[in-house]
């Protein structure tokens, strides 16, 4: 396992210097191994260790000895195992303490920082560094998601697995990334928490500078049971844990793809200022869809006044809807559709954020035109240009008017523009629903913000 | 727009012959066209009319008296522009009627049978045909989803716009659908039903012998009103038609890919007998996420008794859980992992079906293989083989017990092994509570096929 850690650590490019310990081997993927720390030719800013059990506490006493301030260990048969573990990781503890050592673990994956190519996970991430950061009471959470987060184009900063929280637990890491530049939304997922007084102070105070998304599987039975197997946490009443959350501004989530849709939308855009969405599509279906999860997640869809109409009708054809939703039907004036239709609806004072369905790259036309051989041709490479730099100012609008606009998708970042759109900062979600559950998510948020903590 | 859908068609390799009719082109992508339906050789089936509104009728009409028996009028400016529209629909209906033809439209996007390459949309479908029939009020769903059912390897076997239901409706879709033998579930999307008993009558009847999706976006105000400028499909109180979805025994789901997962789980899979699910993982994460999502649908995640758990020890390492959860940890014994194992569970008379997540092909393996240009050696053309031998008995777990098997994944199916799953009749959700959810529109459409109406 340690091997296959060291490749991912290789496969992601990692910037720093690497010294594999093997108590045999004379190189390890092609790097200069050594016996132990002390042969080292400096002092590492981190041991990461997979090792077994029965070794891992001695180590770590050599690391602290060697000036080592800081390890992940990834072995288990701690806490976990019962008993006998527990001895064995206060054990642990004691030696942090002794060196004052940073320790995450044991039983952890480990930890992952996209921006320096560090990832110490068994998971390629496969894509640039992004801003959302992931703490997360499991190890399949903080890296099996790459793969999926790859596919829909969100981007990660940091994954944290903290496992056993022996030393460093989830409110550290917290209160580390809430600092932390890179990060600005933090994912949390939780199977139980210790000290919930602590996490209600520390979250609180965090999420008025940072927004948090908290998912917690540990309030049904089966799940408190689950997680109790998994990683020794104590679930607990899921309402209390509701409560919690609630006083602490966080945003609570059901499942893991509402976690990283959420955070994608907070670590991207600004919260709106009201709950009045402008819904704008190319297609009533998607359109009929969005406003009505609108309502169903507590946000307006308000009709338009006649000026903002008036404006509207000047520019869309007779066929178009310029009620909310605004339906461009089969509307091909994309200087109208990207720039000039949403700077008249963003530049009003009527809604407070735009959710949206209908973009299109090239794609589809490629599709087609290599799918006939060349029987037919459209005119891709005279539209690309346009639409690229018409999306240039597109993704700059949240910034621009201080309101938040989200796209949905049901090809997402396979097409060129949509990825074009993900890649600036604007989230793309793979359905229109999706897409309205993330901007209520964001207006919750400001809500919080604004100083209202309940619904 | 006819030139694209005519694309679209050759692109899909329909099996049939295409004679394009135009008033002044002599070829058509590579094909001779006509002036008229009188000058074809043959009658055709189907025409496909891509018209200007104002000659949609009397050309309709000439198809009648050349005897063709159906068509798809994708033209709109019909009943959904109003007054004028109106009369022209009615005139539309009249020779429907006089010539006894079957018409799909107008104001639609048209219709796929993917069993035989036809594709009328304008979007390409580029897997193999599968067992979920669409049927939507919106010609969006039945087409730019091909892009979504794609990338997350459900098939797809028909899809119907009804656009403005004139003469053929969503009702009578229902009924054809639920005599098509490839059609193994229906998926519906409603804005609102223009005959709320014909069709409780109708689903009731069907929805006994093949399962039917429904999601209706016309019961929130927002909803209603997008839906009324999209088709002039009038929604309606949202607790009405809850109470007929309920009493005619459909799945109701609030979201397009809730639509599309559960009829893909419907399609495939028998309904449990009972509540009692096991979660299968190798991973904790998932295995709290799985349990405390069955609990919160309603399922039991049941300890398992002495005797299982025994049978279950022998096979397994110590470090996994035996109780349920089932978390095999990193276990490494494919053949115990699936073959024995969901064996073992499925023989068991203390279980109702699997939720799964830990299924890995060679994707992972193969990426940082290349990522490390050979430094690294994984050992997956030793592995793959076994693995592809042991999912072949895997996907047939389903019909040998009777009880449904669902896995989820973060990757899906761009890696082998789940590709291979999911093409054979085991859906593969890309979450772990994605699983879960279609586990439990299973239960409930068992529990109604068992004669309980009321949760």
Known sequence: MGTGQLATLI???????????HPKESTVLGFKAYRSIFDLPEIPDLAFMVLPTDIVVPKLEECGRAGVQAAVVVSGGFREVGEAGLERERMLVRVAEKFGMVVIGPNCIGVSNFHIGMNTTYFPYQQDPGEITIISQSGTYSCHVYGYTRKFGMR?????????SAVVDLIDCLEYFSREPHTKAIALYIEGLRDGKRFLRVAREISQ????????VGGTQAGAKAGMSHTGALGGDDQIYEGVFRQAGLIRVRTVEEMLDTAWALASLPPPAGNRICVLTNAGGPGASMADSCNREGLEVPEFSAELK???????????????????????????????????????????????YGVFGSLLYRTLEEGLGGRIKYPIDEVIPLVRELLGKFVCFPREYGKPLIVSSFWGTDDDALKQIADNGIPVYSSPERGVAAMAALYRYGRYLRGFTED
């Open 209 to 216: 500078k940072k927004p948090v998304v908290a998912l917690f």
């Open 11 to 21: 496969f992601q490019g990692f910037s720093g210097k690497i010294y594999p310990i």
């Open 156 to 164: 990660l900063s940091h994954t944290v697995s903290v496992g056993n």
């Open 310 to 356: 008036a404006d509207l009708k000047e520019i869309l054809p007779h066929t178009a809807s310029v009620s909310n939703p605004v339906d461009l039907t089969y509307f091909m004036d994309l200087r109208a559709m990207y720039e000039r239709i949403p700077r008249i609806i963003l530049g009003s004072d009527e809604v407070d954020g735009i959710v949206m």
